[in-house]
């Protein structure tokens, strides 16, 4: 095996890119880096039946989104293609080929009847994991050729080694063992030609000179089996790193119907969240760096990579700490990236028209500016803003009380005047007409400002009031202080 470090990320079409194979690719990413190596995308679409459209793509595009850049792939090419697994049939055939005459494989004819009826016995004899019970693992030459002339379909099956323990040294957990006698006679090779995982995956791994294999946790079970199949053509394993869970809040690991969380990267895109904190939040799930700063550009995270800082502990995806850093990274954006960010939002939710004018853009641009440094994610900017749409105003409890002071009305009697008087409705006069309500009535601070605040805009809270009030717009806000009036 080559010296070069070689890695790879190789998901199945069977879906869209989704948190836990995001950040398995960014593991893999960072790795090859930070050793100067090359980070393949393989795709691995041997599982017809359950391949949907758009898989394959929603794979690299999110990956290219992210800032995952892979060096070889279906889409680019590279010296190991071709990168699509059904394409790499007659590789697969070949080598099944060679462990049938070498003995390290058998044709079974059993049939998913037979087997499924051995299965339901082994379960009602209380058997935890049932296994095959290896019926045709002794059919003589005779045998199998009748079988095969009768017509009968097999699939090929690994001869598992007797008595065979399996120890390899992994990245994350340390020594890790298994023993041949717990793995029954698995397949290698399905009726229809298909290769299963367990076994194209190790020659895909030989043949693309992979190096080192970091992968979620569940497939440490798929280890020995893989190691068998290394060991028949007596190549060299690859070192392999197997990542802890991923959990939810309530520390449950993370399931595709999980509804509490959202699982695929094109939803976080779609909502507005930035790629580069989307890349900082998933190189933190189960990897820490030295010392307390959780902000760091991806330069950073390539230099720092260190497998050694794998954590051995399940990581938990914590929604807040994402918003968190999304809202950090926003708060870094010159404002007319922001407005790129959120303004197809109010667009979507027919806030605004989806054709702008001038004075329109302009408007939209001063009102997203008030929420530049809250904004957790572009979308957020359609509830954050509700006020600027919703004219008709509905007063809850809190801001009924705040209009039922007694200074109220004498309040707002004054602003009603000052703002007709204004020639400008922009924030600096109206900041001066507030200065002058104060002036002339006597009322400052809370006194002054909350009834001002609850009868322009409904809320007890928000933006900077002249700002707001600006944006409101003067026939609205003088529509609104009239009807106060009149209460």
Request: glycine share 6%; charged share 25%; net charge negative.
């Amino acid at each position: 095996m080559t010296q070069e470090v070689r890695v790879r990320y190789a998901p199945s079409p069977t879906g869209f890119l989704h948190i836990g194979g995001a950040r398995t690719a960014l593991f893999n990413y960072l790795y090859a880096r930070h050793h100067n190596g090359k980070f393949i995308v393989r795709i691995e679409d041997t599982d017809i039946e359950r391949n949907v459209e758009g898989g394959e793509l929603s794979q690299l595009e999110n990956l290219k989104w992210l800032g995952i850049e892979y060096d070889e792939s279906i889409d680019i090419g590279g010296p190991y293609a071709p990168y699509r697994q059904m394409e790499r049939l007659d590789i697969y055939k070949k080598h099944a080929e060679e462990m049938l005459e070498k003995g390290h494989a058998y044709k079974c004819f059993c049939s998913s009847e037979e087997l499924e009826a051995e299965r339901e016995m082994q379960k009602e004899k209380g058997i935890a994991a049932p296994m095959y019970n290896g019926k045709c693992r002794h059919l003589s030459a005779e045998e199998v050729q009748a079988k095969e002339e009768a017509g009968q379909a097999y699939t090929i099956r690994m001869r598992v080694p007797g008595n065979v323990t399996y120890t390899f040294e992994d990245l994350v957990r340390g020594e890790v063992t298994f023993e041949s006698k717990d793995v029954g006679d698995w397949v290698l090779v399905k009726a229809n030609g298909i290769p299963t995982y367990n076994y194209a995956v190790v020659l895909d791994d030989h043949f693309m000179e992979i190096s080192h294999v970091f992968r979620g946790e569940e497939h440490l079970s798929n280890t020995p089996k893989q190691l068998m199949v290394f060991d028949a053509f007596g190549w060299e394993y690859p070192k392999y790193g197997h990542m802890t869970l991923i959990i939810n809040e309530n520390r449950k690991k993370l399931s595709k119907r999980d509804e509490s969380i959202i699982q695929f990267v094109t939803q976080y895109k779609d909502l507005g969240y930035l790629p580069e904190a989307m890349f900082n939040f998933f190189a933190l799930l189960g990897w820490s760096p030295e010392g307390e700063d959780e902000i760091f550009t991806k330069e950073e995270f390539i230099k720092n990579f260190d497998v050694s800082r794998l954590s051995k502990s399940p990581s938990m995806f914590d929604k807040q700490k994402l918003t968190w850093m999304n809202n950090q990274y926003i708060k870094q954006l010159p404002l007319e990236k922001v407005v790129e960010l959120a303004l197809p939002h109010l667009q979507k939710a027919e806030l605004l028209p989806t054709e702008l004018s001038e004075e329109e853009l302009t408007w939209a641009t001063k009102l997203i500016a008030l929420y530049h440094d809250q904004m957790s994610f572009g979308a957020e900017i359609v509830e954050l803003s509700s006020l600027f749409f919703d004219h008709d105003i509905a007063y809850t409890e809190e801001a009924t009380e705040v209009m039922a002071g007694e200074q109220v009305p004498e309040v707002m009697a004054a602003f009603k005047v000052q703002l007709e008087g204004l020639e400008t409705f922009e924030p600096a006069e109206i900041k001066a007409a507030i200065k002058a309500v104060q002036k002339e009535t006597g009322h400052k601070g809370k006194n002054l400002f909350m009834p001002i605040r609850v009868v322009t805009t409904g809320q007890m809270h928000g933006p900077e009031l002249a700002d707001a009030i600006s944006l409101i717009g003067k026939e609205i806000v003088i529509a609104r202080v009239a009807k106060f009036a009149k209460q």
